[in-house]
């Protein structure tokens, strides 16, 4: 076993002892290790971020664990079928979404998540950066081999808000809403971005992309001086922070949840859902198409995701991408 195998392995013998006392000698023979390699990989925990306590006569205790996005901290409490059962982890990336593009092409699972606890390039829609300054947030890419059409990849955009709002809210207490295509908010801010991607040929898809970034504990200071619309994170709205391990193991509970309801029944039901989170609907809106502005009143959403707006004219537009703004 790696050095890393055997530490993820004395943490899963805490965890079973729920919070009591393994002995040196317990982990040694799980391990099959010395008790001085035990030492070691204890020492290296430790390292880590681990708080463990050590008491002669009774062994080791693991008395607090960091938050630090790593996969043995995240699979300790999952509650999925597919998504998260894969867990690579990167201390710092690029892009999730360009190891994500590797991983997919290398055959991982349908459900392999990508973490990483910083991004040097982090990519956000139409070509901008996504600030991912370390420790605070969360971003991450999910790989998913859904056996659907290319033209249906776009529908998992609204999977994805979906999940995020619905953690935001149970990680907050807070209601987020969402902002066509991509955007999820808080008090009118953006809070989370998403940014799907695929992998696909004219008769089908070989792998989607979820690329999902959740500001989670970001402080004002954090966040770049140029952004093109008003951000915040979910610690500044709640005035307290979240756990970033136990909010990402409620985003992959979520989208397993969501993505098993699409495998079954489409996407019909998401957008109900996504409809009801939005606020557009009803709305006079200007949308940014880069080649023209679509100005006119949103009906709502049809089955591809597409926004459609009722211009003064009378026509329906149908828009796949753009900006909206009130
Ligand atoms: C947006 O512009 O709103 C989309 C932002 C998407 C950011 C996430 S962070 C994880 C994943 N990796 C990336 O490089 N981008 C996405």
Not at 202 to 224: D, S
Not at 289 to 301: E, N, S
Request: net charge neutral.
């Amino acid at each position: 076993m790696s050095g890393k195998g055997s530490q993820e392995e004395i943490l899963r013998l805490f965890r079973r002892k729920g919070g009591d006392y393994l002995s040196g000698e317990e982990i040694s023979q799980g391990l099959g290790v010395s008790r001085t390699a035990v030492w070691k990989h204890i020492r290296q925990l430790r390292d880590q971020g681990y708080t463990i306590e050590a008491v002669p006569s009774k062994g080791y205790r693991l008395a607090e664990a960091p938050d630090r996005l790593l996969p043995a901290e995240i699979q300790a409490g999952l509650e999925t079928q597919r998504i998260g059962r894969e867990v690579v982890y990167f201390e710092e990336t690029d892009s999730t979404n360009l190891r994500a593009h590797e991983l997919g092409a290398g055959g991982y699972p349908d459900g392999t998540v990508i973490i990483a606890d910083r991004q040097s390039a982090g990519k956000g829609r139409l070509g901008r950066r996504w600030a991912s300054p370390e420790g605070v947030n969360l971003y991450t890419s999910v790989l998913l081999r859904p056996d659907i059409l290319p033209f249906m990849a776009p529908q998992l955009t609204f999977l994805s808000a979906v999940a995020v709002a619905r953690a935001i809210g149970e990680a907050s207490g807070l209601q987020p809403r969402v902002k066509w295509p991509n955007d999820v908010l808080l008090s009118g801010k953006k809070v989370a971005g998403l940014l799907n991607e695929m992998h696909a040929e004219t008769e089908g898809i070989h792998y989607v992309i979820l690329g999902i970034g959740v500001n989670l504990n970001m402080r004002p200071e954090q966040f770049p001086g140029d952004l093109r619309y008003p951000a915040t994170s979910v610690a500044i709205e709640k005035g307290s922070t979240v756990s970033r391990t136990g909010f990402a193991r409620c985003l992959y509970r979520e989208i397993d949840r969501l993505y098993e309801r699409y495998l079954a029944e489409g996407v019909a039901p998401i957008i109900r859902e996504w409809e009801g989170l939005c606020d557009l609907v009803g709305r006079q809106v200007e949308v940014d198409c880069q080649q023209r502005i679509i100005r006119g009143l949103v009906t709502g959403l049809d089955e591809d995701g597409a926004l459609l707006v009722r211009t003064a004219e009378g026509t329906e537009e149908r828009i796949l991408a753009g900006d909206v703004r009130p």
